[in-house]
Nanobody
Framework: QVQLTESGGDSVQAGGSLRLSCAHS????????KGWFRQAPGKQREGVAT???????NYVDSVKARFTISKDNDSDTMYLTMNSLKTEDTGVYYC?????????????????????WGQGTQVTVSS
């Protein structure tokens, strides 16, 4: 069972920045997707960003050019750096992992049933 633990959630003013961290247990399968989802109050959970084993990244349109997903394989940690935060970024943020999906090439989609989830960390952006 993969364990994931998020940290770094906080309350910030619009325009501010936060960096979320996710420490996870060692992943032995080479083709593993890592990512971040969020759930805003009253809304469905959505994929925010994913990163493939080769470092390729994928972002939901609403966070492109503002958020950056990254990973440190040596420390088994992934990050989500969030800049220019908006009130609509408010929500609970979850880190996720799963075996990658193969469709002729390895994919880490934003809309997919990720297998392992952290407990979530709250991000609140006020105006």
């Amino acid at each position: 069972q993969v364990q994931l633990t998020e940290s770094g959630g906080d309350s910030v003013q619009a325009g501010g920045s936060l960096r979320l961290s996710c420490a996870h247990s060692k992943l032995t399968y080479r083709q593993t997707c890592k990512g971040w989802f969020r759930q805003a109050p009253g809304k469905q959970r959505e994929g925010v960003a994913t990163i493939k084993p080769d470092g390729d990244t994928n972002y939901v349109d609403s966070v492109k050019a503002r958020f950056t997903i990254s990973k440190d394989n040596d420390s088994d940690t992934m990050y989500l750096t969030m800049n220019s935060l908006k009130t609509e970024d408010t929500g609970v943020y979850y880190c996720v992992t799963s075996d990658a999906w193969y469709r002729g090439t390895w994919l880490c989609p934003l809309q997919a049933p990720y297998k392992h989830w952290g407990q979530g960390t709250q991000v609140t952006v006020s105006s």
